[in-house]
């Protein structure tokens, strides 16, 4: 089974958010996206301005948060892993490097009028260690 697979069968993700992105509303501000293409340190910035781009319209909440899980080959620090773009956006990122076996994730606490994910992405990862 894989990681889109394992979260969307043990998580309730009933909102499914009519935009370009594989993406799910989790709570009030919060979105999960399944990120297709493989994350890589060089390409945040990119992934960033394409994600601001797909979720600046009417479907999302204007403070929001949004949970990118994906797959990776680099290493990331806690530190890699969560963006502001400096107005009313965060970008945190689960990412999978599957050969080597190991997760990064950054699950900080933040307060932002309802954008925290903390309890979110323990949720994912508890799935994803079963």
């Not at 797909?54 to 994906?70: A, E, M, P, R, Y």
């Amino acid at each position: 089974m894989n990681v889109k697979e394992k979260i969307t069968s043990n998580y309730p993700l009933t909102k499914k958010v009519d935009c370009e992105l594989d993406c799910y509303q989790l709570s009030k501000r919060v979105y999960l996206v399944f990120w297709q293409d493989l994350v890589s340190k060089e390409h945040i910035e990119l992934i960033l301005s394409q994600v601001q781009e797909k979720t600046s319209n009417s479907n999302f909440s204007d403070w929001k948060t949004l949970i990118i899980v994906g797959n990776t080959k680099d290493e990331f620090t806690k530190e890699d892993l969560l963006y502001f773009n400096n107005v009313s956006t965060f970008v945190v990122f689960y990412l999978i490097n599957e050969e080597e076996n190991k997760i990064f994730m950054d699950d900080s606490w933040i307060f932002a009028l309802g954008c925290n994910y903390r309890k979110h992405v323990r949720k994912i990862n508890s799935i994803i260690g079963q």
